[in-house]
């Protein structure tokens, strides 16, 4: 079946500092691949996307890329800020089912 | 994109009670999802709802503990039935966006069991 894999967390960084959140993942075909983010007290949000492999999603200063060889869509952002704190799920998509990954918590100290 | 209310936004129940938490959509999806987020852990789907046909429930999950109304294609509503203190979690619907492939999820239900 899928899987999606993060590295584990927490995260603690500080201000400006350059953020990666690693994740692979497992599936067959050729899955759409997803960050959410989800602020304290609230829901998920997405944060970018991909749709096929080199593909590069981007927002917000994060950018990810599909990467078909190794099996993985590492997130990143070169400085992060305060308002960044929340906790980030990788997620792929095969047909209708969305499988998400364990979530890391980031927590950016000023 | 999709717009989703979800409600209660949180709620305390004694145990052996039952909570519907709804869910509404500002246009019309074919299918609708409700996952479960235990404390610190990533979301497992509980069922998918779709409009006109009983839900289909994931391993681990039943009908019983968990029934799901889809009376149209814009609302749905989960019950958590019997609670207990191991059923505390956050409670999200989510939805399709039309001819897109990523989902949209409500603000989440937070669930505590006493």
């Known amino acids: 079946g899928n899987s999606v894999t993060q590295m584990e967390g927490p995260v603690t960084l500080s201000e400006e500092a350059f953020l990666t959140i690693n994740c692979t993942y497992t599936?067959?075909?050729?899955?759409?691949l997803f960050w959410y983010v989800q602020y304290p007290g609230e829901g998920l949000q997405l944060l970018l996307k991909?749709?096929?492999?080199?593909d590069k999603g981007s927002n917000k200063g994060f950018e990810a890329t599909y990467r078909k060889e190794t099996t993985s869509f590492h997130l990143e952002k070169g400085s992060v800020q305060v308002s960044d704190s929340a906790v980030y799920f990788c997620a792929l998509r095969s047909g209708s089912r969305l499988t998400f990954g364990e979530g890391t918590q980031l927590t950016v100290n000023p | 994109s999709a717009v989703i209310s979800q409600k209660p936004s949180r709620d305390i129940c004694q145990r052996g009670t039952s909570l519907t938490i709804q869910c509404q959509v500002d246009s019309q999806v074919t299918m609708m999802f409700w996952y479960r987020q235990q404390p610190g852990q990533s979301l497992t789907l509980i069922a998918t709802a779709n409009q006109g046909s009983e839900a289909t429930y994931e391993s681990g999950f039943v009908i019983d503990k968990f029934p799901i109304s889809r009376p149209n294609l814009t609302f749905s509503t989960l019950t958590v039935s019997n609670m207990s203190p191991e059923d505390s979690s956050i409670y999200l619907c989510?939805?399709?966006?039309?001819?897109?492939?990523?989902?949209?999820f409500g603000q989440g239900t937070r669930l505590t069991v006493v």
């Open positions: 599936a067959t075909g050729y899955p759409s």
């Open positions: 989510s939805v399709e966006g039309r001819g897109d492939t990523e989902a949209f």
């Open positions: 991909a749709t096929k492999a080199d």
